[in-house]
């Protein structure tokens, strides 16, 4: 656990990045992608004749060079991959909503990191939290909704971090000044600048001991929420 400057003082609400700050993501995705090829294959099987399961991030490139307004949503991205292959394969295209759906079943198929449903039951007790997430993670899905007063996807609010746009609506909705909030993510840039850029105090959630390479750095670093836990009742 490591300080800077800032005493962390004033913390009035803490809002949470979801992805690889309360689970792993890359090996849901990569199980959510090979699922839902294995569904593509046996319903439509032109499809895999033309792509292999590697190619779905040459489409990705393809949707988000010619669909740069979905840009912020990883929902209509991924539709949008799956509509892509069933074209080129002479397929009905409306069927990508039943792929969609079930990459999405696999998709909030996460496991917690240990520290977080602890961490989230006493930090609920004491501060207001909310998600702000560039992701696509429904909180409702995952049996969390309940530590948090609120939810902001990129996807829904139309710009990703680390716009401090997305941010100060975080502090609109909870009724509090940027300096009284806390942001807790693992991205250097889309996290901790865009929270600080913000106004916010920003604790940069370091899971896998990653050295800090940006100029501008965090309030405090930790390695995971029970650190995070510690710190605020060291410093609040």
Known sequence: MRYQGSQMSGVRAITFDLDDTLWEITPVIARAEHMVYEQIRNRFPRVCEKYALRDMSTIRQEVLETH?????????IRRAIFRTMLIRGGYDPEESQGLLD????????VTFFLDVIPALECLSKRFQLMTITNGNADIRRLGIAHFFEGHISAGTFGILKPDPRIFQHACQVLGHEPSSMLHVGDHPKDDVIGALEAGFQAVWINRRAEAWVAEREPDA????????VNMLEERT
């Not at 740069?68 to 209509?76: G, K, Q, R, V």
């Not at 079930?102 to 198929?109: P, Q, S």
């Not at 670093?221 to 995070?228: D, H, I, P, R, S």
């Open 221 to 228: 670093e930790v390695k995971n929420l029970t650190e995070l």
């Open 102 to 109: 079930y990459f999405l079943e696999f998709r909030h198929d």
């Open 68 to 76: 740069s307004e979905i840009a912020h949503n990883l929902t209509e």
